[in-house]
């Protein structure tokens, strides 16, 4: 998952906002690091130095600097140009960036009560001036001057992009509204990012709260020994030593749900893990979800828009929700027919091991990998010892370098934002500065679930400068065990290669204004999901599927049954997604504003879908934090369309010859991941391609 291109979601669009703040409130700048120059290695922020109370008068300042800015533009006597109008617009807001670009990262990555109070005093604040900038009536017409004479003015093709985008920014923001809709398109969207930021809070202290104690080994049978160790270490830094702690992170909950013959216990794991944000408690994000869809359907008739998909979906590739649609049912039936497939073939598995009952969902992980080992004679343990952590890390560096010539170089005395986290100087091939990228690896209770790309500076140009971004790979994997070292599953292999190709997309980013590295939300996983497939090819494994004991080299009969076994168990994983991206766009295709149940909309939809009763949406509704507290809202379906690009770009490596050939490597760089939003993204793909992509 991408975060963004440059800046953090939330942070992304509140660089173009402004508006007042009390005057009599004088920043407090003494000792705050967001109002001075960074002093740190490459300008990185000096995260040892920032405190909870530095953040809102950093804030607030911020917002005064850009009313400032903002005024200046819109008092100008001259004839708006792009010159006086577009280009100072588009560089507003240098100290909002700073502190909002270190606030939403630290609040996915350490958060606590502290940051999660200021998130609440200061998401409505910043939602308000997002508000102000957009709905100024002054501003806008200064734009609208430009827009409508820009193809007299001799702009240059990025610019031209700049005036039509940013143009665009202002007309759904509701600048062409009439004062009395503007006013209630102010109080939806406050309300929206009030009720997003605690639906990610719920989904958090949902996850933190649920706690699965063991204290006898006969519960542990079938679960290998390096997730008992990890167990048994999580229960003594909780106090209870000599007992097992399990819980919903991935590195726990997955392996538990893989292994552990304890069927009882396995039920136990999957309902609080499928139930997260739907117990009723302080977490309960039901209704939160009812308000959410009805204030987004409201937003998109204010707009214009048939549906909130709509109005997404209008600046994505798709342009309509009904070309998702048809994706998606062309996926599903095969993947449905498939997924049932897998359920009998598990079935038969179990009546052969004498079991008397039907298989449940909290059944499918641990009998799908009795299959595969049956099958492949493979299972996930067999892999591990092979994917040291710093070797898939090292393998991932240099297949980035054989690709494009890149170096990393870990900077040891440099600010971090959580002692997990690493940084690396990234250099071109001919030693020039390409930026910093910043890695966390492991879960911890201050960090949300997932794993993404995120960055606390995007590249751009201003002034004749050269500004280098500073990005973040951000993952929750299996963590170091007393004496062993992380050892990933094959699965986090993939994810580490996924968000690593987000970040190439940033680091190569080549662009002069901001506003322009956003990109379609159904083409920015492209860059990532394309690295997935060096992950597992032969000659890059070798590189770095090392044993992390004896230093082997991954044995070729095991990369075979890597391969053999690639399509193993693609029905439950497409039937998954398909359905959580169905599920999104069907919330986000409601046209209605009476407040739904999503227990009761869920069932319905899941039903009408067709969905097997053994499998359930890879998130359901009160945990579906892409869509509900992220930027994937009418957009999950992202993913699958991408994919149809990611396969078709990586065939352009396999006609080559050459899986590292460098002149197809050097036009995927130039034509796709350093442009970013200077293009159409479908004219971008064509001029890397040759070609549309097929299916």
Same mark, same amino acid.
């Given at each position: 998952?991408?975060?963004?291109?440059?800046?953090?979601?939330?942070?992304?669009?509140?660089?173009?906002?402004?508006?007042?703040?009390?005057?009599?409130?004088?920043?407090?700048?003494?000792?705050?690091?967001?109002?001075?120059?960074?002093?740190?290695?490459?300008?990185?922020?000096?995260?040892?130095? @920032? /405190?909870?109370?530095?953040? =809102?008068? +950093?804030?607030?300042?911020?917002?005064?600097?850009? #009313?400032?800015?903002? !005024?200046? *533009?819109?008092?100008?006597?001259?004839?708006?140009?792009?010159?006086?109008?577009?280009?100072?617009?588009?560089?507003?807001?240098?100290?909002?960036?700073?502190?909002?670009?270190?606030?939403?990262?630290?609040?996915?990555?350490?958060?606590?009560?502290?940051?999660?109070?200021?998130?609440?005093?200061?998401?409505?604040?910043?939602?308000?001036?997002?508000?102000?900038?957009?709905?100024?009536?002054?501003?806008?017409?200064? @734009? /609208?001057?430009?827009?409508? =004479?820009? +193809?007299?003015?001799?702009?240059?093709?990025?610019? #031209?992009?700049?005036? !039509?985008? *940013?143009?665009?920014?202002?007309?759904?923001?509701g600048a062409l509204l009439a004062a009395e809709d503007q006013e209630k398109l102010?109080?939806?969207?406050?309300?929206?990012?009030?009720?997003?930021?605690?639906?990610?809070?719920?989904?958090?202290?949902?996850?933190?709260?649920?706690?699965?104690?063991?204290d006898n080994t006969k519960d542990l049978e079938g679960i290998p020994q390096g997730?008992?160790?990890?167990?048994?270490?999580?229960?003594?830094?909780?106090?209870?030593?000599?007992?097992?702690?399990?819980?919903?992170?991935?590195?726990?909950?997955?392996?538990?749900?893989?292994?552990?013959?304890?069927?009882?216990?396995?039920?136990?794991?999957?309902?609080?893990?499928?139930?997260?944000?739907?117990?009723?408690?302080?977490?309960?994000?039901?209704?939160?979800?009812?308000?959410?869809?009805?204030?987004?359907?409201?937003?998109?008739?204010?707009?214009?828009?048939?549906?909130?998909?709509?109005?997404?979906?209008?600046?994505?590739?798709?342009?309509?929700?009904?070309?998702?649609?048809?994706?998606?049912?062309?996926?599903?039936?095969?993947?449905?027919?498939?997924?049932?497939?897998?359920?009998?073939?598990?079935?038969?598995?179990?009546?052969?091991?004498?079991?008397?009952?039907?298989?449940?969902?909290?059944?499918?992980?641990?009998?799908?990998?009795?299959?595969?080992?049956?099958?492949?004679?493979?299972?996930?343990?067999?892999?591990?010892?092979?994917?040291?952590?710093?070797?898939?890390?090292?393998?991932?560096?240099?297949?980035?370098?054989?690709?494009?010539?890149?170096?990393?170089?870990?900077?040891?005395?440099?600010?971090?934002?959580?002692?997990?986290?690493?940084?690396?100087?990234?250099?071109?091939?001919?030693?020039?500065?390409?930026?910093?990228?910043?890695?966390?690896?492991?879960?911890?209770?201050?960090?949300?679930?997932?794993?993404?790309?995120?960055?606390?500076?995007?590249?751009?140009?201003?002034?004749?400068?050269?500004?280098?971004?500073?990005?973040?790979?951000?993952?929750?994997?299996?963590?170091?065990?007393?004496?062993?070292?992380?050892?990933?599953?094959?699965?986090?292999?993939?994810?580490?290669?996924?968000?690593?190709?987000?970040?190439?997309?940033?680091?190569?980013?080549?662009?002069?204004?901001?506003?322009?590295?956003?990109?379609?939300?159904?083409?920015?996983?492209?860059?990532?999901?394309?690295?997935?497939?060096?992950?597992?090819?032969?000659?890059?494994?070798?590189?770095?599927?090392?044993?992390?004991?004896?230093?082997?080299?991954?044995?070729?009969?095991?990369?075979?049954?890597?391969?053999?076994?690639?399509?193993?168990?693609?029905?439950?994983?497409?039937?998954?997604?398909?359905?959580?991206?169905?599920?999104?766009?069907?919330?986000?295709?409601?046209?209605?504003?009476?407040?739904?149940?999503?227990?009761?909309?869920?069932?319905?939809?899941?039903?009408?879908?067709?969905?097997?009763?053994?499998?359930?949406?890879?998130?359901?509704?009160?945990?579906?934090?892409?869509?509900?507290?992220?930027?994937?809202?009418?957009?999950?379906?992202?993913?699958?369309w991408a994919e149809v690009l990611d396969a078709d770009a990586f065939e352009a490596?396999?006609?080559?010859?050459?899986?590292?050939?460098?002149?197809?490597?050097?036009?995927?760089?130039?034509?796709?991941?350093?442009?970013?939003?200077?293009?159409?993204?479908?004219?971008?793909?064509?001029?890397?391609?040759?070609?549309?992509?097929?299916?």
């Amino acid at each position: 998952m991408r975060t963004t291109i440059g800046m953090s979601i939330i942070a992304i669009a509140l660089l173009s906002s402004c508006g007042g703040s009390n005057d009599e409130n004088k920043p407090r700048t003494e000792n705050n690091p967001f109002f001075s120059e960074y002093n740190t290695p490459f300008g990185v922020p000096p995260f040892g130095l @920032i /405190k909870p109370e530095h953040y =809102k008068p +950093a804030f607030e300042e911020g917002i005064n600097q850009i #009313l400032a800015e903002i !005024e200046a *533009i819109t008092t100008s006597e001259e004839t708006p140009d792009f010159k006086n109008t577009i280009e100072p617009y588009s560089y507003c807001g240098d100290l909002l960036d700073k502190v909002s670009s270190v606030f939403y990262n630290m609040l996915s990555t350490n958060t606590n009560d502290t940051m999660q109070k200021l998130a609440a005093e200061i998401s409505p604040m910043m939602a308000k001036q997002k508000d102000d900038v957009l709905l100024n009536a002054r501003l806008f017409e200064r @734009i /609208k001057t430009v827009f409508d =004479k820009k +193809a007299e003015m001799g702009l240059n093709a990025e610019q #031209l992009r700049l005036v !039509e985008e *940013i143009y665009k920014d202002f007309v759904r923001g509701g600048a062409l509204l009439a004062a009395e809709d503007q006013e209630k398109l102010r109080n939806i969207n406050e309300e929206l990012s009030l009720l997003s930021l605690k639906f990610g809070d719920n989904v958090l202290g949902e996850t933190n709260s649920f706690k699965l104690w063991i204290d006898n080994t006969k519960d542990l049978e079938g679960i290998p020994q390096g997730v008992i160790d990890a167990a048994a270490l999580a229960a003594k830094e909780n106090g209870q030593d000599g007992k097992w702690l399990f819980n919903l992170q991935y590195p726990s909950y997955t392996p538990f749900m893989t292994y552990c013959a304890n069927r009882d216990l396995r039920k136990k794991m999957f309902e609080a893990y499928s139930h997260k944000g739907n117990n009723g408690s302080e977490f309960d994000n039901n209704q939160k979800i009812s308000k959410l869809v009805s204030l987004r359907y409201l937003k998109a008739r204010l707009l214009g828009f048939d549906s909130y998909a709509d109005f997404v979906v209008d600046r994505n590739m798709s342009g309509k929700p009904e070309k998702v649609y048809e994706l998606l049912a062309q996926v599903w039936k095969p993947a449905k027919a498939r997924a049932i497939g897998e359920a009998e073939e598990m079935q038969k598995l179990i009546a052969r091991e004498g079991g008397k009952f039907s298989l449940e969902p909290w059944d499918w992980f641990y009998y799908a990998e009795k299959v595969r080992k049956e099958k492949y004679d493979l299972d996930e343990e067999m892999l591990r010892p092979y994917f040291k952590l710093e070797n898939v890390r090292n393998g991932v560096f240099d297949v980035a370098n054989k690709l494009y010539g890149i170096t990393f170089l870990q900077i040891k005395d440099i600010p971090v934002f959580h002692p997990d986290a690493m940084a690396f100087e990234v250099k071109e091939s001919n030693g020039d500065h390409l930026g910093v990228l910043y890695m966390d690896f492991f879960p911890r209770a201050s960090k949300r679930g997932g794993a993404w790309c995120t960055s606390f500076r995007e590249q751009h140009r201003k002034d004749g400068k050269a500004i280098t971004p500073v990005v973040s790979v951000v993952c929750n994997f299996t963590p170091p065990s007393g004496d062993k070292p992380s050892l990933l599953s094959y699965e986090e292999v993939e994810t580490l290669f996924h968000e690593f190709g987000h970040a190439l997309h940033s680091l190569f980013c080549n662009i002069t204004y901001p506003r322009l590295g956003n990109v379609p939300r159904d083409f920015v996983e492209l860059p990532s999901q394309v690295m997935e497939h060096w992950a597992a090819r032969p000659e890059v494994l070798k590189q770095f599927a090392r044993h992390y004991k004896t230093g082997e080299v991954i044995p070729d009969e095991l990369i075979q049954k890597i391969t053999n076994s690639g399509h193993f168990n693609q029905g439950f994983a497409t039937v998954e997604y398909v359905a959580a991206s169905v599920l999104d766009m069907d919330y986000h295709c409601v046209k209605d504003t009476t407040l739904l149940d999503p227990q009761v909309f869920e069932k319905t939809q899941m039903e009408k879908l067709g969905i097997i009763r053994q499998i359930i949406p890879r998130y359901r509704s009160t945990y579906f934090s892409h869509v509900f507290a992220g930027g994937y809202s009418a957009g999950y379906y992202g993913y699958l369309w991408a994919e149809v690009l990611d396969a078709d770009a990586f065939e352009a490596f396999l006609e080559a010859g050459n899986i590292f050939d460098q002149k197809t490597a050097q036009s995927f760089r130039k034509n796709v991941l350093e442009k970013a939003g200077t293009e159409d993204a479908m004219k971008m793909y064509i001029d890397f391609r040759g070609k549309e992509p097929g299916v």
